[in-house]
């Protein structure tokens, strides 16, 4: 979805305040393909700020299927975006902010790309399905939500730690 900035630029006074659809579907990152499953109107409202200096509020829900980072089941995310940009039409987009700009295309603001980069600005740091998320076996992939499986880490068991120590402080003396 592209909005047309040329009209606020040659009629200053009067500010493009418009509701809008989106076309996000999905969200590719590296740890795959995101879908969008439920999203609002995007409502957006350019002012003039002065020569080829605009702000652009806008404000949009978004949520998100994203796998928790323990188990990687899906949970739903719910991004609320809340626009508040100044750009300069005029600048060297070689120059700053070369991102930031990447969301205008000459004299059309790309509502899609703009929320795009307001979603990977405002990525959480941690995915999670619950804190207590108990993720999935190291071995067999069964997820410890669910049930549980057979491996036995070994390693880990406060048992066997016991019995090395005892072990070890015999061969000591
Ligand atoms: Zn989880
Ligand atoms: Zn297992």
Not at 96 to 106: N, V
Not at 118 to 147: A, F, H, V, Y
Request: hydrophobic share 35%.
């Amino acid at each position: 979805m592209f909005i047309d900035l040329s009209d606020v630029l040659l009629e200053h006074h009067k500010p493009i305040d418009i509701v809008v659809s989106t076309d996000i579907t999905e969200v590719s990152m590296a740890q795959g393909v995101m879908p969008v499953i439920e999203k609002s109107p995007v409502h957006i409202v350019v002012k003039h700020v002065k020569q080829k200096e605009l702000s652009i509020e806008g404000e949009c829900k978004i949520v998100l299927k994203i796998p928790c980072d323990r188990c990687l089941e899906p949970v739903a995310i719910d991004f609320d975006i809340k626009i508040a940009n100044h750009i300069d039409l005029d600048e060297d987009s070689q120059t700053e902010e070369l991102d930031e700009k990447s969301y205008i295309d000459g004299y059309k603001l790309d509502v899609d790309k703009l929320l795009y980069n307001e979603m990977l600005i405002g990525w959480p740091m941690k995915i999670l399905c619950s804190d207590d998320c108990r993720g999935i076996c190291n071995t067999c992939g069964q997820n410890l939500n669910k049930g549980t499986c057979n491996c036995e880490d070994t390693s880990l068991d406060p048992r066997m730690s016991v019995i090395r120590d005892v072990f070890k402080n015999f061969k000591e003396v």
